[in-house]
């Protein structure tokens, strides 16, 4: 935690504890102005954490993207800018429980709490329950906030806020947890801030191991190492982790682990050396060029490119080994970030749909040494780093999902030549998205395929990687986001 001038006791010349409000300017929650005249101030941190906490609940908005636009647009830096990220996401992660609680202390469900004002509990019930800030501070600050974004709703916040402050959050959590004999998965709801449903997929995928769902749960829930990319034939990792400060990774011959700062910042990034990429994004795309291959190895696909962080990775050890890469990117705003991220490598960037194979001319049948798919999918595997996912997702996400991971893997296994390998990829465990997609998509893809062990495809040491061919990755286990491998070689 970082600290705030303002939760030092009026008089004292020392902080009494970090974490808290700072000074005062205030912006308009909804549009990013200045603040109305006669508005009261708020602290700027905090200010910051709720309108990013607003327009992920109004906009649908990712909170890494516009906390960062946010904190540029406020100026904020230094401990202001870190309080405001532990505050952003912290309140993100946690909402199932501060929900809970807000509505239980507020007599009403929050669905009926106006929603500037649920923002600001759910803020400040985070600070109450999750930080050490003091609680005159986070109700005091709370209120404040709420005087400026829902006037109206002032006293409330002030009672709900002391309401909450009268029971530790251990209380809180023994009051409205189910017992767990009789209902372990909403029990771990409750602890453990993720929606039932996911806790089921995360269970089944680890074959009903409720223990060690747990682990997963509390890793989840951890507050992520930022992992760069060094771009193979521009800078090598131990030479970044000098350079930046950080640590080579545990896996990845390309990861270094960022101590601390904003990758924004650094040299390597401007210059295109290096990359911002989980450790397992680079294992997974690096095991697809490890699988061996007989005759042409010089046409790769990366059939679903966007953003480019893989295609980057793909494409700079392409240029070592004499390959060319296709990169296929459907959205058009995406496709352009691809070709930002492989600027100077031998990637060709197409704005198309990557389900046109053998219908367009620049995507042929049977024409690839080597193909990516890194399907769109619900992102489960990546809740550490978008804690803002577990609350936006749900399961009617993923029939629409799953047919167009199918219709996918069917393009690439079409695309690529006999002998050649697909790598069928996504970020998230869930059976439905990885052993069933795999299985009815090679079933439907008309070509004659057999699964490659994935596990010898990764680098040797690494352990959990279950008794193959697919290889599933995990937070807990490898410090990593779930990625999920399968490797196919197309035979006929």
Known sequence: MTEHKADRPHGSGRPRRPGGPGGGYDRDARSGRAPRAGRPPSDPARQAAYEAIAAVHRDDAYANLVLSDILRGMALDGRDAAFATELT????????????????????????????????????????LHTRVPAHAAVNQTVDLVRSVAPGAAGFANAVMRTIAETPLEKWLEKLAPDYETDPIGNLAVHHNHPEWI????????????????????????APVVHLCARPGRVDAIELADEVGGVPGAFSPYAVYLNGGSPRELK???????????????????????????????????????PGGKTGLIGAIAAARGAEVTAVEVAEHRARLVEQATTGMPVTVLPMDGRSVGRDPDLPEESFDRVLVDAPCTGLGSLRRRPESRWRRSPADLPPLTKLQRELLVAALRAVRPGGVVAYVTCSPHM?????????????????VDFVDARPLLPPGMPGLGSGPTVQLWPHRHGTDAMFLAVLRRTS
């Open 199 to 222: 806790i089921r997929a995360f269970s089944e995928a680890l074959g009903g191991d409720l223990a060690e769902t747990t682990r997963l749960l509390i890793e989840d829930n951890q």
């Open 432 to 448: 439905v998205e990885t052993q069933v997609t795999v299985t009815e998509g090679s079933r439907r893809s008309g070509v004659e």
């Open 268 to 306: 390597a990034i401007h210059q295109g050396r290096a990359h911002v990429q989980d450790e397992g994004s680079q294992l997974v795309a690096a095991a697809l060029l490890a699988a061996p291959l007989e005759g042409r190895d010089t046409r790769w696909l990366d059939l679903c490119a966007g």
């Open 89 to 128: 996401y912290g309140t993100l992660r946690m909402m199932g429980t501060l929900d809970r609680i807000v509505a239980d202390a507020a007599g009403r469900d929050v669905a009926r709490i106006d929603p500037p004002a649920r923002d600001a509990l759910r803020l400040g019930a985070y600070q109450l």
